[in-house]
């Protein structure tokens, strides 16, 4: 397994990390997880060499922080792990966001709401302190905490020893500026895979000059690049594949493009011997800008596929001819 530092930071964590949004279950995933293999799961993730672990309280309600807490047990010096604040559900405080599970989300960086989720995070992960606290979304209107506030919030945790770096998710350019200039931010998350490169117009080069890792999430597009969802596949009423605006590529005239495309690179595949998935993930390490890869994953299986691609390097030939095939893929039809 490959390590980077994360940002400026003295902390050095696995460019393949473990997104543990899938671990908190949920109908938005068609089929609930089962807490013990996802405990195997994680800790079979630090067996492999991978030590950045990313959860969240809003993944399953605090389940998915409860299970990584219960897999680090005996185990805790080994991870880097990542949690975040800012998806509310206790009261009103906050903007309403969305509603999620049946229930109603608030974006919320108040400094009072935070310090409430800190503790919660710190409880519910059986430790004392948090590698990587991130801000989940950024604060709006109406109820719009001014990032100069949140980041003084996060900087007295700091000096309090709760967390002991700062990351920011899904901000824009502008907002990443702001956060910077009220303080320090290692990393940033956001969405970036084959299918999706936005952020290569502005985020990742931005990123890359200021020295910021990247902490990109649905890489694989929650399964889809690995090549295993077929015409078949069935999806079940609210499962988030179902979500044309964030996946219009699980749309069956686009989904069949996808499995077009994958199965044209079996020669790499056969090069290199691996598999899809490690092909992906290999390629999506390598782009300028992008140091740190999280994939979500929900068996043992799947992580021990994850990990080889850790430690998988292809050539500059192969790198630009799979950018090609995408390149001529073109957009989705939605």
């Not at 050095?12 to 807490?35: C, E, F, H, R």
Request: charged share 20%.
């Amino acid at each position: 397994m490959k390590f980077k530092p994360l940002g400026q930071s003295n902390l050095s964590a696995s460019v393949i990390g473990l997104g543990a949004w899938v671990l908190g279950g949920g109908q938005i995933w068609g089929q609930d997880t089962d807490d013990k293999e996802s405990v195997y799961t994680i800790q079979a993730a630090l067996d492999g060499g991978i030590n950045l672990i990313d959860t969240a309280p809003a993944y399953g309600w605090g389940r998915s922080e409860l299970v990584v807490g219960q897999a680090l047990q005996g185990r805790r010096e080994k991870a880097l792990v990542a949690t975040k604040c800012g998806l509310w559900w206790d009261d009103a405080r906050g903007s309403f966001f969305t509603e999620f599970d049946g229930k109603p989300l608030y974006r919320s960086l108040r400094p009072d709401t935070i310090q409430i989720e800190v503790d919660n995070s710190l409880r519910r992960l059986r430790t004392d302190y948090i590698d990587l606290y991130q801000t989940h979304w950024p604060s709006v209107p109406p109820d719009h905490t001014p990032i100069a506030d949140t980041m003084a919030c996060l900087m007295k945790l700091r000096t309090e020893g709760k967390i002991r770096e700062i990351g920011v998710c899904n901000v824009s350019a502008d907002e990443l500026r702001e956060n910077l200039g009220c303080g320090p931010v290692v990393s940033n998350q956001f969405r970036y895979s084959m299918l999706f490169r936005e952020p290569e117009l502005e985020t990742l080069p931005m990123c890359s000059q200021r020295q910021i890792s990247t902490l990109t999430y649905m890489s694989l597009e929650q399964g889809l690049l690995t090549g295993k969802v077929g015409m078949d596949r069935v999806f079940s009423q609210g499962e988030f594949r179902t979500n044309e605006a964030w996946n219009p590529w699980y749309l069956p005239a686009n989904r069949q493009r996808v499995l077009n495309l994958l199965a044209g690179w079996q020669e790499l595949t056969r090069k290199y011997n691996c598999t899809l998935t490690q092909l992906v993930l290999a390629w999506t390490v390598a782009q300028p800008g992008v140091t740190h890869v999280l994939c979500g994953t929900r068996n043992v299986q799947q992580m021990q596929d994850n990990v080889r691609s850790g430690d998988l390097t292809l050539t500059a030939e192969d790198l630009a001819r799979v950018r090609a095939d995408l390149v001529a893929l073109g957009e989705p039809v939605r």
